[in-house]
């Protein structure tokens, strides 16, 4: 039996959230200028339990934003600057040896590391070897780390947003397809329009100090995850993103002959949860009790962007990930509610 949104308690958390949309976005707008598609993604993917890539050049207040949006949910909150020589425990922590001053007996101790915290900003991730970068994979999957034989839990909610610079290549390591795979969203952060430029040059340049005010809690953000999952996906809308999905896959049926030839391998079952999970956390964003396949095309760049790889002759064409999704949503035909 499918789960619906039927109790009051339900409906008044998604009241909840729409009214506290607003009272977020009016906080996070006395920090940071613009960026409305990049702080509407970050939503979605914090109440549908997902972790975020975010890719732009320095400057574009990946950050700031990633802190303010902790600090206004009332998160702990940690930031771990990735480099070639960080190791595994530099991330989920180590055991060391103290001593007891009454009986001088030396047992292990576990030093908890930064990823030890509701928000973890992973900044310029692909700047340490893959071996420091698996050591986030257990803490996104299973909300868990293990060392010395032994498991500890996480504080949840638990989301961790990984950064890349675009740019710059020199000294990095390419994150492995399995690792992407973990990220729910691929949120490309851009340059700011001139207007907005003007007010955050005006803004960061004055003496004027911003007081951010909480706005949700932990115990919200938990309420809210469990509120998306409840929310009632119609067949048609569920049979869409699956043809969207398995229409990026070059040895699929589904996948257009146009497009066969520009993918090297295409996106997994992954995909199709997050698009609907993201379309539900959108609907509920905007206070709607159901998702439609608006919804679905509307997630369908994050969630695809890092799941479709090209191939040669597209990267010789110059056609990116995203020029496929667009000649895709153009392709797959929206059905018709049964």
Not at 39 to 44: A, D, G, P, T, V
Not at 80 to 90: A, N
Not at 201 to 214: G, I
Request: charge should be negative; hydrophobic fraction near 40%; charged fraction near 25%.
């Amino acid at each position: 039996m499918r789960e619906s949104l039927d109790e009051n308690a339900d409906l008044e958390s998604i009241e909840f959230l729409k009214k506290a949309r607003q009272s977020l976005t009016q906080e996070i707008g006395q920090v940071i200028i613009g960026q409305q598609e990049v702080i509407e993604q970050l939503l979605m993917a914090l109440f549908s339990k997902g972790h975020c890539l975010l890719i732009g050049v320095p400057g574009l207040a990946k950050t700031l934003l990633i802190s303010t949006l902790a600090c206004i949910l009332d998160l702990k909150f940690n930031r771990i600057q990735f480099t070639p020589d960080l190791m595994p425990s530099d991330i989920i922590g180590t055991d060391i040896i103290q001593e007891d001053r009454t009986t001088s007996e030396r047992n292990f101790r576990f030093l908890p590391g930064p990823v030890f915290a509701n928000v973890v900003l992973a900044d310029e991730i692909n700047r340490t070897p893959p071996k420091t970068q698996a050591a986030l994979l257990q803490a996104m999957q299973e909300y868990k780390v293990s060392i010395g034989g032994k498991t500890y839990d996480l504080d949840l909610p638990f989301f961790v947003l990984a950064t890349q610079n675009p740019i710059e290549f020199e000294g990095t390591y390419p994150l492995p397809e399995a690792q992407l795979d973990r990220f729910m969203f691929n949120i490309q952060v851009d340059y700011p329009k001139q207007e907005e430029e003007i007010e955050i040059v005006l803004s960061t340049t004055s003496a004027r100090e911003p007081v951010l005010n909480p706005v949700m809690s932990g115990t919200d953000v938990l309420r809210i995850q469990e509120i998306i999952r409840k929310v009632p996906a119609a067949e048609h809308v569920v049979k869409y993103a699956v043809e969207l999905v398995r229409s990026t896959r070059p040895n699929d049926g589904s996948c257009p002959d146009s497009i066969k030839k520009l993918i090297s391998w295409g996106a997994g079952p992954r995909a199709s949860q997050y698009l609907v999970l993201g379309a539900k956390s959108r609907a509920v964003i905007h206070g709607r009790y159901h998702i439609s396949c608006e919804d679905i095309r509307a997630v369908a760049k994050p969630v695809l962007r890092h799941r479709v790889l090209t191939s040669f002759t597209a990267e010789a064409d110059g056609i990116s990930s995203l020029n496929i999704i667009d000649e895709l949503l153009n392709i797959v035909k929206v059905p018709e509610p049964s």
